[in-house]
């Protein structure tokens, strides 16, 4: 579709290139979803027309037909076939049966009143409310009490579920304050009626909110790939899909969002391995799921942010785990080996992630000089597709923590790009052997971001290899490359390496210097910890 990006005066550009994709508004891929910003339910359409809903935000783009037209032939395999109304979901009572008068003498009421039951013992105001599941969920009764407590029974569809529910006093008649009780509400239509257990009726009530308790597991077992890449496409927030051990060939992708109360979780044992024999058909110009296209990433998340990865391996894929625009994405206790490329790429401005407690080994077989065991960030050359809307990739606090990386990553271990910052790598091995020394991958770290802490890390070198210095500053722009540190890192050369720790520019940080301090240590070193002054 086309799309003005800034302004009513600008010109229709294309947007959402992708002409086979079919953009579902209000739906999730699984239920109605309420077009939202940052999840916040947008209140209308005006004024939020240029928002960007896809990615869990009330647009459902995970589907394509092969037409290219507004009037498609098929539309995948599932259609929605049924609405659901939001959750939570509010019922005012002046819409519900009032066994009284709806009155609107007492300001601070939601809708246009509320109910003013009768004052007198099985008075009642009863709302018929919609679930769209069976099970749990919370009843929240907003009123206003400016007389003492007037308790009540809350019944559903017949039965008390609280019996006596205090409604104490607020202190004035228009200070509106909730009382909130939980009820097994059954799939469709209920009958909630509140009933005065007093002899002065019912508090003044103004609605009623309904909201699903979350399902307390959200579980789904896959043990083969077609479950694998259903589950990864209707992933939701609080949902853990554990995998069985075994293979899963092909290609796997979620975007899926989840939240930071609700991660999503993929878990499988370390012999659950995902295997990507791709990449295969047409890339687009910049990558972004295309019909057609498979990358042969053994794991992608796009627009995904909210995940944690736990315990499985990807293997023999062209890159491992790639993750774009999905921020706060833990990846836990994998194994990555055997890629072509890079192992684990956080990309597309995916800010903290943490790589933690996982093992990668075996990566650049095919292209060693991009071989990177983890890459954080995107080269200034590629800005253009995997930049922000800033210009920038930042994936910035990314923490690297207690992983081992080797032997064999051909290109740099962790590869720090400009335009990032802030990150932490700490407590990881380095196994320097099987560095390629292609496109000047000759150290484990290339630090080219700014402001990250290096510390407690263990590096080591021996042939067969290409090695010059453990860590290695860069500053491709202006600006980065900057005020980072390093501490307490234990760095064996092997009698190859020159410096543990080799600053390329001391004038272009001038105002933000790099700090290699005392506590770092050398051995095996050509020439020493540090080629600028160690600070105490
Ligand atoms: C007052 C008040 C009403 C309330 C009533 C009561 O009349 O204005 O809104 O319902 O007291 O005691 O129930
Ligand atoms: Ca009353």
Request: hydrophobic share 30%; charged share 15%; net charge neutral.
């Amino acid at each position: 579709m086309k799309k003005q990006l800034n302004s009513d005066t600008d010109p229709y550009v294309d947007y959402y290139p992708d002409r086979h994709r079919v953009y579902q508004f209000g739906w999730s891929g699984t239920g109605w979803h309420h077009l939202d910003k940052a999840g916040a339910p947008i209140a209308d359409w005006a004024h939020n027309e240029r928002g960007d809903y896809t990615g869990g935000h009330g647009v459902n783009a995970s589907r394509t037909d092969a037409g290219q037209s507004l009037f498609l032939k098929s539309v995948g395999t599932t259609q929605p076939t049924t609405t659901q109304p939001p959750s939570p979901a509010r019922y005012e009572a002046e819409t519900a049966v009032c066994q009284g008068t709806v009155d609107s003498d007492h300001v601070g009421y939601t809708g246009t009143g509320f109910c003013n039951t009768t004052n007198a013992a099985g008075a009642y105001v009863e709302w018929t409310v919609t679930a769209a599941a069976a099970g749990a969920h919370t009843l929240t009764f907003r009123y206003a009490n400016g007389s003492t407590g007037r308790p009540a029974d809350v019944s559903v569809n017949g039965g008390v579920v609280a019996d006596d529910l205090a409604f104490p006093s607020t202190g004035a008649w228009t200070t509106w304050r909730t009382v909130t009780t939980t009820a097994t509400l059954t799939a469709g239509s209920n009958k909630i009626r509140v009933t005065a257990s007093t002899a002065g009726g019912t508090a003044n009530l103004d609605n009623l909110v309904i909201t699903a308790a979350a399902s307390p597991s959200d579980v789904v077992d896959v043990s083969t790939s077609d479950q694998l890449r259903s589950a990864l496409a209707n992933a939701r927030p609080g949902r853990t899909i554990r995998m069985a051990a075994g293979t899963y060939r092909g290609s796997f992708l979620s975007r899926k969002a989840g939240t930071a109360s609700a991660p999503i979780t993929l878990t499988g044992p370390r012999n659950a391995v995902l295997i990507n024999d791709g990449p295969s058909g047409t890339a687009p110009s910049c990558p972004a799921p295309t019909a057609g296209w498979d990358t042969g990433y053994g794991l992608w998340l796009f627009d995904a942010p909210y995940w944690n990865l736990t315990g499985f391996t990807v293997a023999e894929s062209k890159k491992g785990i790639v993750l774009d625009n999905s921020h706060h994405v833990t990846i836990d206790s994998v194994h990555v080996h055997h890629t072509e490329e890079e192992g684990v790429h956080f990309r597309r401005s995916s800010a903290d992630g943490v790589l933690k407690r996982s093992r990668i080994e075996q990566i650049g077989l095919v292209k060693p000089g991009y071989g990177e065991g983890v890459y954080i960030g995107s080269a200034n050359s590629n800005w253009g597709c995997l930049g922000n809307s800033g210009g920038m990739d930042r994936s910035d606090r990314v923490q690297v923590l207690d992983n081992h990386l080797g032997p064999n990553v051909a290109a740099e271990h962790i590869d720090i790009k400009e335009g990032t910052q802030g990150g932490v790598i700490r407590g990881n091995t380095f196994d320097g052997r099987g560095l390629s020394g292609q496109n000047s991958a000759d150290s484990w770290i290339d630090a080219k971001g700014n402001n990250y802490v290096i510390e407690q890390n263990r590096g080591t070198f021996t042939g067969p290899g290409t090695f010059v210095n453990g860590y290695e500053t860069h500053n491709p722009i202006t600006g980065y490359g900057c005020g980072n540190i390093w501490r307490s890192n234990t760095s064996d050369l092997g009698g190859v390496g020159n410096y543990a720790v080799y600053v390329s520019s001391t004038s272009k940080c001038s105002s933000a210097p790099n700090k290699v301090y005392a506590s770092n240590t050398v051995s095996n070193a050509r020439t020493g910890l540090t080629n600028i002054p160690v600070t105490p």
